[in-house]
């Protein structure tokens, strides 16, 4: 479950987990007077956040001296049977309350396992995962954007159409573009690959002065290279597509001779090379779905991934640099 909450300025800030919103209650970041939205559902006081109470309750446990809410006597006075069923209404908090009723009352651990596991990161240290983790991603989507941008502004559709198929310059220009495409997207990797080590170090050189950020450098390192992959699938296409654009553009350049443009489209004297030509544009705009079901994909997985990037500053996946007539 994940939270949004307006700081005192406004500004809209989003928690990863049940465990992260604890981590805003205790610093005072988030109280009952804070305007918090629960994954999907609307903004509301913080106070009628099922949550939030939770958060609350779970932390005055941890407390007993602490200074007690409105939201926490309005907890305590709901009379539970036990203090588990108290903070446990659902399965939203679940792990969160087991983890402080291990702590306080004092309950057994699980048994342990053959193999010794990695505990993972604390809730801190989840939240400097989750951050480091998107800051990552929004950053090669925006580059991805620019290299977009910088495909659209060599107007490629222009050439592959109608009187542009004769132009043997433009024919020229377009194989010199596709061999860019394929310097620039080599470029993207190699940048996206030296962020990742930027961001591990930093987060490797907070670990050290942070107990509470212990794992945190493990994690970020299995996180960014799950990223890493799913990048390098996108880096695939978009080299596959500098590939086609330079092997259509040679072929147009041989077969000059061989057809003449009729009612806005090529005419080839032969069929072979007429099924060659719709082949290589029918592979461009194959590309394009790939790129398209691959976004799909990774937004499933990843929902919010660029929720921090204005709507006309992200990648627009799926389009052709021959468009649909």
Known sequence: ??????????????????????????????TDETQLSSGTRRWERAEKVTAYRQAVAALKLDNPQAASTPVAEATQSAKPRSRLRMLVPGLIAATLVAGVLYKKLGQAAPPPRAKAVDPGPGPHASARLYSYSFQFADSVALEIRALQDWITARKLDATFRGAGLKRVASLRAARAVAAELLRRVDSLEQRSAELARRVTARADSLAVSDNGLAGLTTALEAELHSWSKDFTAHHEILRQEALTIDTLSAFLLEKQNSFTIWDGQAAFLSSGDGMRFAELKQELANLSHRELNWSESLFRRRPDWMAGVLEDERPRFGASVIAAR
């Open 1 to 30: 479950m994940r939270f949004r909450y307006k700081d005192s300025k406004g500004k809209v800030v989003t928690l990863p987990s049940v465990a992260a919103l604890v981590l805003a209650v205790r610093s005072g970041e988030v």
